[in-house]
C-alpha cells in the first residue's frame, strides 16, 4: 500500500468511528452513506479493504460487505474487480430522493417499503396479465425451472426469483411502474437475500411462483391477482421476519 493510500485508509477510518457492539447492515450502511456524502472524501477514492471498514466499525466483514453491496447497487460506490471498491462520481446527485425514506433509517420506513412493493407488484401482474407475450412467459417459465434446480443454494434461488418479477414488471408495459419496483427492489435487496433461510421456504416460494404462472399463462386476471397477493403477503411475512431477526 503506498503512503498515500495508508493516509487515506487511516482519514477514513477515524472518520467513521465505531458503531458500536452488534450494530447491523443498515447502520453500517447509513454510516457510509453519510459519510461518503459528507464531501469529506473525494469521489474516486479507493476505499479501505473490508477487514480494515469492519475493525473501525467494531462490526464482522460481514456486514460491511452486505452494506457496501447495497451502496453497489444504489450506484455510490463502483467494485473493480482486482483493484478495489471506489467512491463513485457525483453521489449526491446519484442518490436516489426515495433513500430519505429508504431502509436504512429503520423498520417503520422499511415496513412502508415492503407495503408499497406489495401494491405495486400485483399492479404491475394485472396489467401483464392482458399484456404479456408467449415469448415473456417462456422465460418465466425457464426461471421457475432454475428455482427449481437451485433449491439448495439459496443465493441462485434468489436471482430466478428476482428475474421472473423483473419479467412481470416488463410486461406490465408500464415503464414507470417497472422502474418504480426496481428502486424499491435494490432498497429491499439485502433484507430479500436473508428473506428464504432454508430448502422449505425455497420450496414454498417456488409453489407460489408457479402458481402466478399458470395464472398468466391463462390471461386470467382474477386469478392473477388472487395468487399474486397471496404471494406478497407470504413473501412480505419472510422478509420482515429476516429484518426482525437481523435488529
Excluded: C
Excluded at 404479456?132 to 426469483?161: H, Q, S
Aim: proline share 2%; aromatic share 4%.
Amino acid at each position: 500500500m503506498s503512503v498515500e493510500s495508508a493516509a487515506s485508509t487511516a482519514k477514513i477510518s477515524a472518520a467513521l468511528g465505531s458503531l458500536g457492539q452488534g450494530s447491523v447492515v443498515s447502520e453500517v450502511a447509513e454510516r457510509l452513506l453519510a459519510f461518503f456524502t459528507s464531501g469529506d472524501i473525494a469521489p474516486g477514492t479507493r476505499l479501505p479493504a473490508e477487514r480494515t471498514l469492519a475493525a473501525s466499525l467494531g462490526v464482522g466483514r460481514s456486514a460491511v460487505r452486505e452494506a457496501l453491496a447495497a451502496l453497489e447497487i444504489l450506484g455510490i460506490v463502483v467494485v473493480r474487480p482486482g483493484s478495489g471498491t471506489y467512491l463513485r462520481d457525483g453521489v449526491s446527485e446519484l442518490l436516489p430522493r426515495t433513500l430519505s425514506w429508504g431502509m436504512m433509517l429503520g423498520a417503520p420506513r422499511t415496513r412502508e417499503l415492503v407495503e408499497l412493493r406489495s401494491g405495486l407488484e400485483v399492479q404491475a401482474a394485472q396489467l401483464a396479465a392482458e399484456r404479456i407475450t408467449d415469448e415473456a412467459l417462456a422465460r418465466m417459465r425457464d426461471n421457475l425451472d432454475t428455482m427449481a434446480r437451485t433449491l439448495d443454494d439459496l443465493g441462485a434461488f434468489v436471482e430466478a426469483d428476482a428475474a421472473f418479477h423483473r419479467e412481470i414488471a416488463a410486461a406490465s408495459g408500464n415503464q414507470v411502474l417497472q422502474e418504480l419496483l426496481q428502486s424499491i427492489r435494490s432498497l429491499l435487496r439485502i433484507w430479500v437475500d436473508r428473506a428464504l433461510t432454508d430448502e422449505g421456504h425455497a420450496a414454498a416460494a417456488l409453489k407460489e411462483h408457479a402458481r402466478i404462472h399458470e395464472a398468466l399463462a391463462a390471461r386470467d386476471a382474477d386469478a392473477v391477482t388472487a395468487t399474486m397477493r397471496s404471494h406478497m403477503q407470504t413473501a412480505s411475512r419472510r422478509l420482515l421476519a429476516g429484518y426482525d431477526a437481523a435488529q
